[in-house]
Structures are given as structure tokens and as C-alpha cells.
């Protein structure tokens, strides 16, 4: 079965959280890493926590459009947090980048969508097997792609 755009940005956010909370306990060895110090760090992974909240608030959709839908109207959403933390630019580039990260699902899937001068015909090369998920974007995770 495809993964979806929501179970996507959901396994990306709380894998970004989880490879903070590793930076944290290496932080707070001792060892210094570049980057983000260890408040800065554990705001960030709260940051990630809640947008992964946000993601699994959505109810899961078998429809790809309806799912493409609960998402983008999380973008004001994520777009207030980004505001409310504007003293903190990590921590509000966390929810700015979730924004975006939906932004480029929404495009992907569009691109994705058949056009409108696909008028159905079998013979375009477009014949439909009755696979549901067709029209479904893969969502590659980073650690697929190597």
C-alpha cells in the first residue's frame, strides 16, 4: 500500500524530532556538535511533537483528495505557531517548514492529478486497471532514497 502525504510528514516530523532528542543527549555529554545548542534543541523537538500532533488530529482518508485537503487547511495553522515563536527562529522554522513541506505535497499531488484534457478514452495509454491508488503520489522517505 502507498503512503500517504499525511503518514509521510508524519513519520518526517517525528523522525526530525527524534534525531533532536539524539542531539540533545549527545549535547548534554558534553561533546560539541555545530548547530543549535541544547534549549534551542529540545524547543525544536517540542516543535516537531506538535506538528506530528497536528498531522494525526487529521483522520486518515482513503481519498487522496480529501486527505490533500485536511492537510493544507493546517497551513494557517502551522503559520500561527510560526508567528507565535518568532523570538526563537529554529523553533519557528520548524512549523514554517511543515507549512511548506505541505505546500509541496499539495503541488506534487496536483501534478500528480490528471489533466483535464484526459477525456478517459483506453485508448491514450491511460487505461485505469482498478487500482484505486493510481493516482496516489509515492512519498519517498529520505532513508528510501539512498
Avoid: N
Avoid at 517525528?14 to 542531539?23: E, N, P, S, T, V
Amino acid at each position: 500500500m502507498a503512503e500517504t502525504a499525511r503518514e509521510y510528514l508524519i513519520h518526517r516530523f517525528r523522525g526530525d524530532a527524534q534525531a533532536l532528542r539524539f542531539r540533545c543527549e549527545v549535547l548534554q555529554r558534553g561533546t560539541k556538535v555545530p548547530g543549535p545548542d541544547l534549549p534551542t534543541s529540545r524547543q525544536m523537538a517540542s516543535a516537531c511533537d506538535t506538528v506530528v500532533g497536528l498531522l494525526e488530529a487529521i483522520a486518515p482518508h482513503h481519498e487522496s483528495a480529501a486527505g490533500l485537503s485536511a492537510l493544507v487547511a493546517l497551513i494557517p495553522v502551522l503559520e500561527q505557531h510560526a508567528r507565535g515563536h518568532s523570538a526563537s527562529p529554529p523553533v519557528r522554522a520548524v512549523f514554517a517548514g511543515a507549512a511548506t513541506r505541505i505546500r509541496e505535497v499539495e503541488a506534487a499531488e496536483q501534478r500528480a492529478a490528471p489533466s483535464a484534457a484526459d477525456d478517459g478514452d483506453a485508448d491514450d495509454g491511460d487505461a485505469d486497471d482498478g487500482d484505486a491508488d493510481d493516482d496516489r503520489v509515492e512519498w519517498a522517505r529520505e532513508d528510501d532514497e539512498a
